[in-house]
């Protein structure tokens, strides 16, 4: 009535699968973390240290991509965020060193991550403009909100849908609140006058 053999193997494919996915969510976890250090380090200043790990995070994720292939790992939602998150580290490091937010070289992304680890990129761009207006660095704030704006303009060509939709919502919402706290300091300093 039933094929044992077939049961046994779709049995042992699970099972390989199940170990392959326990590795990459694992992997995938320490990624995640050193991106959201990268990203701490960027805000402290903190540029060789978030040059390096940027490389480190590079071949890692070359290493992953051989040792799983590309197909198998985007298969993965933990991958996934952990890529966005690099995205957005990748990117914001570009960003404060004066490069042009570009496609990342030897590694294989698709659109998608590129989409919402932008999108998140200007979250970080508008932290980052909070504490140039803390100390008094009101030229860098413009810098930002035109950049942000860059950015937003770039996104709006896309009809983007579900998920990305959601992370392209959030970067407008990033623009305005850069454009209010560009508008506050010029209107303090009009009324310092």
């Not at 480190?56 to 051989?66: C, F, G, N, S, T």
Request: net charge positive; glycine share 6%; charged share 30%.
């Amino acid at each position: 009535m039933l094929n044992k053999n077939f049961f046994f193997k779709l049995k042992k494919e699970y099972a390989k699968n199940d170990i392959e996915r326990r590795k990459i969510i694992s992997q995938s976890n320490v990624l995640l973390h050193n991106s959201k250090r990268i990203i701490f380090s960027l805000h402290r200043g903190d540029l060789k240290q978030a040059d390096v790990a940027i490389e480190e995070i590079k071949k890692e994720l070359v290493r992953m991509q051989k040792g799983f292939t590309y197909t198998r790992l985007a298969q993965e939602g933990s991958y996934k965020a952990a890529v966005e998150e690099f995205i957005e580290a990748a990117m914001f490091q570009k960003f404060i060193t004066g490069k042009k937010v570009d496609k990342i070289e030897k590694i294989v992304i698709n659109y998608d991550s590129y989409l919402g680890g932008i999108c998140d990129l200007t979250g970080e761009m508008v932290r980052f403009g909070v504490n140039k207006a803390s100390n008094k660095e009101f030229g860098e704030v413009t810098r930002i909100k035109e950049a942000i704006s860059d950015i937003i303009s770039q996104l709006a060509d896309f009809d983007m849908t579900g998920y990305l939709r959601t992370k392209y919502d959030q970067a407008k919402g990033n623009l305005r609140k850069i454009e209010q706290i560009n508008y506050e300091i010029s209107i303090r300093s009009i009324e310092s006058r």
